[in-house]
């Protein structure tokens, strides 16, 4: 199921425009958040995930596809919260893969008061590990987008809560990859850091740096900045913290 609630733009090469009710073209105008706990869990359990709200004011719907580790969890069903949905939202063709698309959409914009419950995502658990190692969303299957009631895109974030938050440099996903992968980490406060990635030789075949805030951050990479495809190693380096791990570029 790769449902899109909005018309794309003839002509539009990249897909990335849409037009509105009044026939103007329009592009991603903000963002809203989903919000899960990175809680440990256990192996060999029933778990439910609440999907809190973060800046759901006057949406019409969205799409995205939930992305988990199938060696870690087994997708189960998902429940309504305050949005109406169901296993009738969903499509599940692509579990073995670890991706469940999701797709939901209201006729009247809604606003959703901020830690509200959106829905639920049930798993069983099948090893030991924190939710943020084995829940993601990105665009692999249904591309991750919100609309308001204009049919403006707005990006889709998901965000990790932690209570007690160490530093953790965690293996980018997807991995392989042949365009873009996420590198996410823990950070226990708010520092600068700097990404450097290598290939086996050890040249630097890309940098980026930046200001990392307390608890989950991500970094996105694209393929086309690396200009490099096999083993490549990356570094982060914030405050006082180092880890380096590997990730594979396919052509």
């Known amino acids: ?20 009710s009044n026939g103007i073209e329009s592009r991603n105008t903000g963002e809203i958040s989903f919000v899960v706990e990175n809680t440990e869990i256990s192996s060999n359990e029933e778990i439910e995930i609440p999907v809190l709200a973060k800046d759901f004011a006057g949406i019409n719907g969205f799409q995205t596809t939930i992305a988990f580790n199938p060696g870690m969890v087994q997708f ?3 429940e309504s919260g305050v949005l109406n949905i169901n296993n009738s939202n969903i499509a599940t063709n692509k579990l073995a893969q670890g991706y469940v698309p999701v ?16 829905f639920t995502l049930k798993f069983k658990s099948l090893n030991t590990a924190k939710v943020s190692a084995v829940l993601s969303i990105n665009s692999d299957v249904t591309k991750t987008e919100a609309y308001d009631s204009e049919l403006n895109k707005l990006n ?10 160490s530093f953790e440099l965690m293996q980018n996903r997807p991995n392989p990859f042949a365009n873009t992968t996420q590198i996410a ?6 520092t600068d850091y700097s990404l450097n990635i290598f290939d086996i030789t ?9 200001q990392a805030e307390k608890g989950f951050n991500t970094v996105e990479i694209n393929k086309a900045q690396l200009n490099a495809t096999g083993v490549l190693y990356y570094t982060l380096s914030a405050g006082q ?11």
Do not use: C, Q
């Open 76 to 78: 189960e069903n998902i």
């Open 202 to 210: 050890g040249k630097l075949v890309y940098k980026v740096s930046g």
């Open 241 to 251: 913290y180092t880890a380096t791990k590997k990730m594979v570029v396919i052509k």
């Open 1 to 20: 199921m790769d449902v899109n609630f909005v018309a794309i733009k003839i002509g539009d090469a990249s897909g990335d425009a849409i037009v509105n």
């Open 156 to 165: 889709i974030a998901l965000e990790y809560r932690n209570n007690d938050v």
């Open 103 to 118: 797709s939901w959409f209201n006729a009247n914009a809604i606003d959703v008061e901020d830690n509200a419950v959106l």
């Open 185 to 190: 980490f823990n950070i226990p406060e708010n």
